[in-house]
């Protein structure tokens, strides 16, 4: 691999397909991408479908995309390619449909005075009207602003009042779209940079509503003699208005340094820079020209004003995953402790940042152990805080309530309170010093009874998860446990595992790995059951948590020989 090399800075606006986006600056050549980090990926992205070592960006006098070994290949705006210079707006892809998105975009000083040279260039220099050079030097300002460190308001303000000064309209306006895609508001001003308050502004629907639909911009010098029909709008004539400005402001997407904004290829629809006048106005080509440019300047205003939001939003995102991730760890147990009668062991797995699992073993008394395991619908925060709500509920198990009565209160308190909208499968069993299984199952899978060579699911009956059906009952089971049984607690993120043709790894593999290994020591048995899981999936996204708890009966520790009982008593 070439030593990285140190560049100006360019951004990379990362769109997950199940998470707010991120932009993500590179600050190194080659910057390397792929899926984890160990091939030294300086953007690591979480989708089996993307390989470990995808594609790098170089810089070499100019940024440019590097098939480094995707699987499919590496797709630029739609096209597969193997390498290719990059654009300030290309679209990166893996080459599947609902994986991740990757929008190149240049550092703001580089993109801008690329920008501004082209726009000089590319304006006429035979126009021959008054004030052009004063006209010009507006256009270098407002440009300029692009990598100013100034307030976003004073920016757009000052953006504001160049287009007024070049129209020489007497008011402006810049209006935005909102989460909803609802045009609002933002600044208003009128000539000489005097601040006009929003409530008394009243621009032209007409003119806005016209302008949207034709993805293009309204100039209108003079109204009277207008072809658009704008005359008879309302709010032309109790204004009098006689010249219109509409220009709708447009995220570019891919779009060509040397190309004429007019020809650019619209993005995202941002806004709109909107002026008018009580006076007919005169626009000469270099007028169109510099305002076409300030309108472009405007949109990328507002477009990074959008990149730095969505960048709050993945901040605010990330601070809520820590805070249900740390609410998720101090429930887990940390560790087991040794229990004379009894071996345990048990892990989670979440398939995000943050699970709906949960798994917990404590004693009741000193000859009475629970073992509890529950899997919440939906991940996140709200699993969480429910989970926190599980386990302070349960922990009354603890002072001798009866565990049906404790079930049924649960699923009361979540069905009346249906606005959390969430509910929960969950296995609760008690076991004794004498192998007494008492157990609770609502709605989880049946845990596994590994007895000798045989593998049986032992606890079947059982009722409704908590949170699904306001009058369900729940009846405690009871199972005699013989030493050397061990009993295997999974949530469905262990069978329902899936494989890249998406086939799962089904409770008949589970079962199967069980056989014969009714004495291996319980970490080398969880150890084989998640190795299986992982080497199964093959890399595939999973869907589900994977849980897994492990008990091991020893026996009665008095010294008393049991009878073999039947494999199922009546409480």
Same mark, same amino acid.
């Given at each position: ?30 910057? #390397? ?9 300086? !953007? ?37 390619? $193997? ?16 994986? /991740? ?72 306006? #810049? ?74 402001? /447009? ?34 080509? !270099? ?64 398939? !995000? ?47 001798? $309530? ?26 609760? +069993? ?21 007895? +000798? ?20 009952? /729940? ?14 607690? /999974? ?24 056989? +014969?290994?009714?004495?291996?020591? #319980? ?47 009546? #409480?």
């Amino acid at each position: 691999m070439p030593d990285a090399t140190a560049i100006s800075e360019a951004t990379l606006e990362v769109i997950p397909p199940d998470a707010p986006r991120q932009s993500v600056r590179i600050r190194q050549s080659p910057f #390397l991408i792929g899926r984890g980090g160990g091939t030294g990926n300086q !953007l690591q992205l979480s989708d089996a479908r993307i390989s470990r070592s995808a594609a790098a960006i170089c810089f070499d006098g100019g940024y440019y995309l590097e098939d480094r070994g995707q699987r499919g290949g590496m797709f630029l705006n739609g096209e597969k390619i $193997a390498k290719h210079v990059l654009e300030d707006g290309d679209v990166i892809t893996f080459g599947g449909d609902g994986s /991740y998105q990757i929008v190149f975009r240049k550092s703001t000083s580089t993109a801008t005075v690329d920008q501004l040279l082209s726009r000089i260039e590319n304006i006429s220099t035979g126009d021959s009207s008054p004030g052009g050079l004063s006209k010009i030097n507006l256009l270098l300002e407002a440009t300029m602003l692009l990598h100013s460190q100034l307030p976003l308001d004073a920016v757009l303000g000052t953006m504001l009042d160049h287009a007024i000064a070049i129209t020489e309209a007497e008011r402006g306006l #810049l209006l935005e779209t909102d989460p909803a895609a609802a045009l609002r508001m933002r600044l208003a001003r009128g000539s000489k940079g005097v601040s006009i308050p929003l409530e008394s502004f009243s621009p032209s629907q007409t003119a806005l509503r016209l302008a949207v639909q034709r993805q293009s911009s309204i100039i209108t010098e003079d109204l009277n003699r207008d072809d658009l029909n704008l005359q008879a709008a309302q709010s032309i004539i109790s204004q009098r208005l006689r010249s219109v400005v509409v220009i709708p402001l /447009y995220a570019m997407s891919r779009v060509n340094s040397t190309e004429s904004p007019v020809h650019a290829e619209h993005g995202q629809f941002l806004g709109i820079l909107y002026l008018d006048s009580r006076r007919p106005a005169a626009f000469s080509k !270099l007028d169109r020209q510099i305002l076409d440019a300030i309108a472009v300047d405007a949109a990328s205003i507002l477009d990074n004003a959008r990149l730095v939001e969505h960048e709050r939003e993945r901040q605010r995102f990330e601070q809520e995953l820590s805070i249900a991730r740390g609410i998720q760890q101090a429930l887990l147990p940390s560790g087991f402790r040794d229990f004379p009668h009894l071996a345990v062991a048990g892990t989670n797995w979440p398939c !995000l940042a943050v699970g709906g699992d949960y798994f917990d073993v404590f004693p009741l008394s000193d000859d009475r152990t629970a073992l509890l395991i529950a899997d919440v619908s939906g991940k996140g925060l709200g699993a969480a805080l429910l989970t926190t709500m599980l386990q302070g509920a349960l922990s009354g198990m603890k002072m001798g $309530a009866d565990p049906a009565g404790v079930f049924s209160h649960i699923n009361r308190f979540l069905c009346e309170h249906s606005e959390v909208g969430r509910y929960a499968t969950m296995f609760f +069993g008690i076991l004794d010093r004498q192998g007494r299984f008492e157990f609770i199952n609502a709605g989880h899978p049946s845990p596994l009874l590994v007895r +000798g060579g045989e593998v049986a699911e032992a606890f079947t009956e059982g009722g409704f998860p908590v949170g699904l059906i306001p009058d369900a009952g /729940y009846v405690a089971s009871c199972v005699m446990l013989e030493p050397g049984d061990t009993l295997v607690l /999974y949530s469905d993120g262990v069978t329902e595992a899936t494989d890249p043709d998406e086939q799962m790894f089904g409770l008949s593999r589970l079962r199967e790995l069980l056989l +014969g290994q009714h004495e291996a020591p #319980l970490e080398a048995l969880q150890k084989s059951i998640l190795e299986s899981v992982h080497a199964f999936s093959r890399g595939a996204n999973q869907a589900d948590d994977i849980t897994l708890v492990l008990a091991r009966y020893r026996g009665a520790t008095n010294g008393v020989t049991l009878n073999k009982p039947t494999l199922r008593q009546p #409480l």
